[in-house]
């Protein structure tokens, strides 16, 4: 039995964000979303998500591109002059790694992250961040460290294997990223180390912004043993602030709805849920088989 875990990244974000996961998970395969706790529709995804109690709902750590959920005046080393975390990540994860005044406020920020999960009553399913920033060395270990005291159980590591990517698009050139490699897997010894769940084979790097239905049901008919993550970013339309130039939001919803997407993960092979739902006794992943 090989598990899967498909997530919609960036949940509150837009209400068009919102209403593509609402009807990826009620008609589709569509079974975990990352929420933006300080993003301009939180509210409005935390009402959803009530609503649905079958859709696991993690923290999606924003550090980068976007705003602090803490004022202003309490996070100045990691914000520009607007307002805004750096858009930077090389000089802004230099500076929490060298700065100690910015590792104090990086790590008020993230608490104060967790503590906005909390205070919706949702289930912490997972957590991960965006641009996969929960790779920096010192925001891992803050995530290890706050993440405990909040329940924490599982996290996303961006490894995607080449081989399942060929079987499933044969015609693409699938590159080595050493340095993303490398960092994943630093991290996901810390975090595993630290009894936290981290799938075997995460997929949504290389088709970024372009998981078409028939890439999605390849993935799905090509999955590795073990258990995996597939991620994408679903909106029921491009456009709202924050998108990102060239995705295809909308191909992805449907995409998660796609008859025969849906068709290839009702195999008896694959058993479908949330991080929650594979996570057995320090991190390892429980009903799936290695």
Request: glycine letters at 10%; proline letters at 7%.
């Given at each position: 039995m090989r598990g899967l875990i498909v997530t919609a990244d960036d949940f509150g974000a837009a209400l068009a964000v919102n209403e593509a996961v609402e009807t990826a998970h009620r008609e589709g395969v569509l079974t975990a979303a990352s929420l933006m706790v300080g993003?301009?529709?939180?509210?409005?995804?935390?009402?959803?998500?009530?609503?649905?109690?079958?859709l696991r709902v993690g923290l999606h750590l924003v550090l980068v591109e976007g705003r602090p959920v803490l004022p202003m005046a309490e996070v100045g080393r990691?914000?520009?002059?607007?307002?805004?975390?750096?858009?930077?990540?090389?000089?802004?994860?230099?500076?929490?790694?060298?700065?100690?005044?910015?590792?104090?406020?990086?790590?008020?920020?993230i608490e104060a992250q967790f503590?906005?999960?909390?205070?919706?009553?949702?289930?912490?399913?997972?957590?991960?961040?965006?641009?996969?920033?929960?790779?920096?060395?010192?925001?891992?270990?803050?995530?290890?460290?706050?993440?405990?005291?909040?329940?924490?159980?599982?996290?996303?590591?961006?490894?995607?294997?080449?081989?399942?990517?060929?079987?499933?698009?044969?015609?693409?050139r699938y590159r080595r990223d050493l340095v993303v490699d490398l960092w994943s897997a630093l991290a996901r010894r810390r975090f595993r180390n630290a009894g936290l769940l981290a799938p075997d084979h995460v997929f949504g790097l290389r088709w970024s912004g372009a998981m078409t239905a028939r890439r999605l049901r390849a993935l799905i008919e090509n999955l590795p043993q073990g258990l995996s993550e597939i991620?994408?970013?679903p909106a029921t339309r491009g456009g709202f602030a924050g998108a990102a130039a060239g995705y295809g939001y909308s191909d992805e919803l449907a995409a998660l709805i796609a008859p025969e997407v849906l068709d290839a993960a009702k195999t008896g092979a694959i058993r479908l849920g949330g991080f929650v739902d594979f996570?057995?006794?320090?991190?390892?992943?429980?009903?799936?088989?290695?």
């Open positions: 993003g301009p529709a939180a509210a409005d995804a935390v009402t959803r998500a009530r609503a649905m109690p079958t990691l914000v520009d002059s607007a307002g805004w975390f750096r858009a930077d990540m090389a000089r802004a994860g230099a500076s929490m790694f060298f700065d100690p005044a910015a590792r104090r406020q990086l790590a008020a920020e503590r906005a999960f909390a205070q919706t009553g949702l289930c912490l399913d997972h957590v991960n961040a965006h641009k996969h920033f929960h790779l920096h060395p010192t925001i891992a270990s803050l995530i290890v460290k706050i993440g405990r005291r909040h329940g924490l159980r599982a996290v996303r590591i961006p490894i995607e294997p080449r081989g399942a990517l060929a079987l499933a698009e044969p015609a693409g991620y994408l970013h996570a057995g006794p320090r991190g390892t992943a429980r009903g799936v088989a290695a």
